[in-house]
């Protein structure tokens, strides 16, 4: 809110964000389940052990979205059904692939680009991920090649990628007010566009900017004090991997 406040109208060309939906998502939860295989037969999944935070305790307040759709021209929104809130626009559904979980089988989006329901298949069950978005149905065989899990709320580098391709030109600047794991800024490195994220946790912070530079090894992308945002963990700003 900080951050948004000293911005002028419109300043980003969209805003990608995944706010809080007030789950009690926040780590420390007992996740462990299984996903049913093709053939019928499960396969355990064992939860990854975050460490319990309380940052997702609440959904995000009115006064968020309202700031939000002031100082960005777009806006695609995860979470909008958790929200006390009506908007006119279109929807993104992620279908997960994980039929027989006891998760939730999708997550929706709102989108201010269009009026329509655009559906995207990709796979995001532990150690059960996608191939790619073109064969979100099909499995990672190696799961060497999975994306590291850092979060307990982590969305995969591939949807980012998506919503980028689908929804953003080359050069745009992408505002994201939850970093996170820092899935979005690995594909605003790929995509060439400018990112201005932000994350308040400083554990979640440092393992993203540690990831971000492990996955690029590019150090540069990286600015570490928040503008003027005093309780902001972090901030982290860049074109690709140009600085």
């Keep these: 809110m900080d951050l948004m406040r000293n911005a002028p109208d419109n300043h980003w060309d969209l805003a990608i964000v995944d706010p809080p939906y007030g789950r009690n998502e926040g780590g420390g939860n ?57 908007r006119s ?67 995969p580098v591939k949807l980012y990628e ?4 689908k929804y953003a030109k080359d050069g745009d600047s992408i505002l994201d007010t939850h970093m996170g794991s820092g899935s979005v800024a690995l594909a605003c ?6 990112l201005t994220a932000v994350e308040l946790d400083p554990d979640y912070f440092q393992a993203a900017v540690e990831r971000i530079k492990r996955e690029t090894a590019q150090t540069e992308l990286f600015g570490h004090n928040a503008p003027d945002a005093g309780r902001s963990s972090g901030q982290a700003e860049g074109k690709g991997g140009e600085g």
């Design 30 to 86: 007992d996740r462990c389940g299984f996903v049913r295989q093709s053939n019928g037969t499960k396969l355990p999944v064992v939860d990854g052990q975050y460490v319990k935070k309380d940052w997702d305790r609440e959904p995000a307040p009115p006064e968020y979205f309202e700031e939000l759709q002031r100082v960005s021209k777009h806006q695609i929104i995860w979470g909008v059904n958790y929200y006390h809130i009506m």
């Design 89 to 155: 626009g279109g929807r993104i559904v992620w279908d997960k692939v994980n039929d027989g979980a006891h998760q939730s089988g999708a997550e929706i989006a709102y989108c201010s680009l269009n009026n329509r329901v655009d559906l995207v298949r990709y796979m995001w069950r532990g150690m059960m991920q996608g191939v790619s978005i073109t064969r979100g149905m099909e499995a990672q065989g190696n799961k060497k090649l999975n994306e590291r899990r850092i979060h307990p709320t982590q969305k």
């Design 189 to 194: 490195h790929k995509r060439g566009c400018h």
């Design 162 to 165: 998506w919503l980028l391709s």
